[in-house]
């Protein structure tokens, strides 16, 4: 009995020694998911109620080992660093509904000095202590108070629990203690090796580590989130490396002029060109009528396989397809095989300009369009101006327009419908108010009125791609429009902004994922290339996801080389129409959607 109780000891020797520091800190990660949970709708994890008793056994473990000046220390240092990664989350949480991870810390790493005070004005203050953030405050206040003022008192419970080795209460706890670390090695050992394989992990082998990657302690994720970053860094390298190496096989120049415009969170319900209630979309429903110049054909089942701007930017511009094995970073950028390719390549953006303080570098995805060696290969000409409204580009792009060129590629990249609706349109172009939408008895007039700064948008966006048509009228010239993504706006779900990835739900998916897209010939165009022209039309049912957009592109001009595939060209004879749609690379887009749609109509029956 002796024995036993001797190795007991041993075993709950680093607790036993750190024991306000053990009691409080678990206390800190439970309450820490529980804000989570509470906030986020998101299910109990339990295993972290495991895992946190496995980490701070080992930080004691660490801590024993120490000299005693250095433990108290040490101990204060990782205490600070815990409570302060808690309230930084629980804060995410309140504020953002996201937790630590690689996009709230790039937005911390990426604000530049305006935004960071218009920050802390609008954020930092008295009602953050009402939020989860008032909890750990209030535990840490404790822990203090624990820590400094109750000295005898906790000598008293310690010396209770030493010297009372026979009264059955302290037996229980000593055993059941024991019990718990154990379980807690037997449960959590395995995905604490896989935790540090991850942080070793090359570009190459992280995807098999983040899909595992499911428990989350804050501080799990800012190791994660930091590796991923790095990762990151590493992979623009390649990727450039990678443009340098690029080669064509041949060009027929098919196409003179291609312009791509790009939108932003752009929800397919709400344009009038796709069946809307409110005149949204009034130009380009004149435009697809043939009643103005040139034609525009509307295409019907097109998504989006993201919901981030940064990664359906990195899907679409690359040859890569989500569902390719080997990594993004070494295949070619359509813009690098244009110009290859003799094209000259305008690229004009009111979102990822480039910033000489290189104080703003770009928080959601202008990372490889504005690294200096990438943007170089990729680009001619680039704009140097955002615009507080995306007609701005346009006279920019005059400025721009002064190279003469026979064959040319322009990329426009508006703010579109980006969130913060009502700052996308000018007051004197508004005309939806609350009073367009009575019929919405299921919202209440502040989510109404946001309706209608949305659709104020979706106009404003709408008089936007229409002037840009309008000087491409007399030319040889082809226009493709998509968003990156779609949004949500009290339609399907009573919420606005986009859910984190994950959320596939149908609704999600048909709010966020589908996408408006359509091509627009000009006149001269048609006469020209009837036969595309027929193509296009021809096309318009098909099933589309727009990280295949850069087959289409170089199907366009004429460009052929390795990593061409004409069955991934949108509008082919040789077309592959049974692609699955992996949204993300891993969700079937067309299974759950389809799926609930026949689910609908045998309700309906
Ligand atoms: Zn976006």
Not at 104 to 112: A, D, K
Not at 196 to 213: G, H, K, P, R, S
Not at 366 to 386: I, V, Y
Not at 479 to 496: A, F, K, N, S
Request: overall charge neutral; some cysteine; aromatic content about 14%.
């Amino acid at each position: 009995m002796k024995q036993i109780e001797k190795y007991i000891a041993i075993i709950l020797r680093p607790i036993h020694e750190n024991l306000t520091f053990f009691v409080f800190l678990y206390l800190l990660g439970i309450l820490t998911m529980m804000i989570e949970v509470w906030t986020l709708n998101y299910k109990i994890q339990r295993f972290n109620f495991f895992s946190w008793i496995f980490d701070l056994y080992i930080i004691c473990l660490l801590l024993t080992i120490l000299p005693h000046k250095i433990r108290i220390g040490v101990r204060f240092l990782s205490a600070i660093i815990l409570y302060l990664l808690s309230i930084i989350n629980s804060f995410c949480v309140h504020n953002f509904y996201a937790k630590i991870g690689t996009e709230i810390l790039n937005v911390m790493l990426e604000t530049n000095k305006r935004e960071s005070s218009e920050f802390i004005e609008k954020y930092i203050n008295l009602e953050i202590l009402q939020s989860g953030v008032g909890i750990i405050v209030l535990l840490l206040l404790f822990h203090l108070l624990f820590a400094f003022s109750f000295k005898s008192f906790r000598k008293w419970l310690i010396h209770k629990w030493e010297y009372q080795h026979f009264s059955i209460f302290n037996t229980i706890l000593r055993y059941g203690m024991v019990f718990l670390v154990f379980i807690s090695f037997f449960i959590c050992t395995l995905s604490r090796i896989r935790v540090i394989q991850l942080m070793m992990a090359d570009i190459e082998q992280v995807d098999n580590y983040t899909n595992n990657f499911s428990e989350n302690t804050p501080f799990n994720n800012l190791l994660f989130s930091i590796k991923m970053r790095q990762l990151a860094n590493r992979g623009l390298t390649v990727l450039a490396d990678t443009q340098e190496k690029v080669e064509i096989d041949t060009c027929t120049y098919t196409s003179d002029h291609i312009v791509l415009i790009i939108g932003e969170s752009y929800i397919k319900d709400h344009a009038q060109l796709y069946g809307y209630s409110k005149e949204t979309t009034p130009c380009q429903i004149k435009r697809q009528q043939k009643s103005e110049h040139g034609c525009l054909v509307a295409f019907t089942d097109v998504i989006s396989p993201s919901n981030l701007t940064s990664i359906v930017f990195k899907n679409s511009f690359s040859m890569h397809s989500i569902e390719d094995k080997s990594n993004w970073s070494s295949f070619p950028l359509f813009p690098v095989l244009f110009r290859q390719a003799g094209y000259n390549v305008t690229f004009i953006t009111n979102q990822f300009v480039q910033s000489l303080s290189t104080d703003i570098f770009n928080i959601s995805g202008g990372l490889f369009l504005n690294e200096k060696r990438l943007s170089t290969a990729q680009f001619d000409h680039r704009n140097t101006m955002t615009h507080q409204f995306d007609i701005g580009l346009l006279s920019e792009y005059d400025s721009l327009r002064q190279f003469n060129s026979a064959h040319q590629l322009t990329i426009f990249h508006l703010a579109g419908q980006h969130i913060d609706f009502y700052k996308r349109s000018p007051e004197k172009m508004k005309k939806f108010s609350i009073s367009d939408y009575q019929e919405r008895k299921d919202l209440d007039n502040s989510a109404k009125q946001l309706v209608a700064d949305y659709d104020n948008a979706t106009l404003y966006n709408d008089y936007v791609v229409d002037s840009i048509l309008k000087k491409y009228e007399s030319e040889d010239a082809i226009v493709i429009y998509m968003p990156d993504h779609g949004e949500e706006c009290y339609d399907e779900l009573q919420r606005m902004g986009r859910l984190p990835v994950g959320n596939y739900s149908p609704e999600v998916l048909r709010q966020e994922y589908r996408i408006p897209f359509w091509i627009w010939c000009s006149d001269k165009y048609i006469n020209k290339h009837l036969e595309i022209f027929e193509q296009v039309k021809d096309a318009k049912n098909r099933p589309f996801m727009i990280d295949d957009l850069p087959h289409l592109m170089l199907y366009l001009a004429g460009i052929h080389c390795k990593t061409y595939q004409e069955t991934r060209c949108l509008i082919s004879d040789k077309f592959n129409m049974k692609r699955k749609r992996l949204v993300a690379g891993i969700i079937d887009y067309d299974s759950i959607v389809t799926n609930t749609k026949n689910n609908r109509n045998n309700k309906s029956h």
